[in-house]
């Protein structure tokens, strides 16, 4: 599969935890109205976990195109200050990656999250957001690679002349993307070989897995 990237901004107002309540319950007369940026991304990211996005199944990775968010923050301003933690945070910022199949663009997954993020908007008009898209890099291609490529022929004979046996499985489809596709998409046959067991930062994959890929 492939890979894209982008990052949210919410924007809210400054106020202490105390009284965000109070107004909530009973807004003062005048007074402005305290607006958390982190319960705002919190909405945002719930909706976009259950975006119907525009693409068409790809049957050799049905459980794709998956949304991920690993990295959020929020504090004071844009730099979010973590000082003062009983204020409220009036900027939160969210990295979410989408794992993408055959058809779907950075365009196109920016075009459902815009999508997504104004009919929340419609419910709750406080909502103030900014996405930001990388600019030149747009994000791992998804990829449908040949498996007679030569490439991988080479690696087969290789892994069974060292390794005295066949290569358990060849075209394995994987939720990971990885720097190959941008290879493959270039016009470079290009693959990616490792061991079985998981992913490499998972705990039950051992280093020493990896010196058959020395050897080969």
Same mark, same amino acid.
């Given at each position: 599969c492939g890979g894209v990237s982008l990052t949210i901004h919410t924007r809210g107002s *400054? !106020? +202490?935890i105390h009284e965000g309540i109070s107004a909530s319950e009973s807004p003062r007369l005048g007074a402005q109205k305290e607006i958390d940026a982190f319960r705002k991304m919190v909405k945002i990211l719930d909706a976009l976990e259950k975006t119907?996005? /525009?693409f068409k199944p790809w049957s050799k990775l049905p459980h794709a195109p998956a949304f991920s968010c690993g990295t959020i923050t929020a504090g004071r301003g844009r730099d979010h200050d973590p000082r003062s933690s009983y204020f409220m945070a009036d900027f939160c910022t969210a990295i979410v990656n989408y794992a993408t199949v055959p058809g779907q663009t950075q365009d196109t997954i920016l075009a459902d999250v815009q999508r997504t993020i104004e009919k929340l908007k419609e419910e709750d008009p406080e909502i103030q957001y900014e996405i930001v898209a990388p600019v030149g890099y747009r994000g791992f291609p998804p990829i449908d690679a040949r498996p007679d490529m030569p490439v991988i022929e080479a690696i087969k004979s290789n892994y069974r002349r060292v390794m005295g !046996?066949?290569?358990k499985e060849v075209g394995a489809p994987s939720l990971m993307p990885s720097d190959h596709t941008l290879l493959y998409a270039a016009g470079v046959d290009a *693959?990616? @070989?490792?061991? /079985?067991g998981g992913w490499v930062h998972e705990p039950a994959v051992r280093h020493y897995q @990896?010196? +058959?890929?020395i050897h080969i």
């Open positions: *400054v !106020g +202490s119907e996005m /525009t !046996g066949d290569i *693959v990616c @070989y490792g061991p /079985t @990896y010196l +058959s890929l």
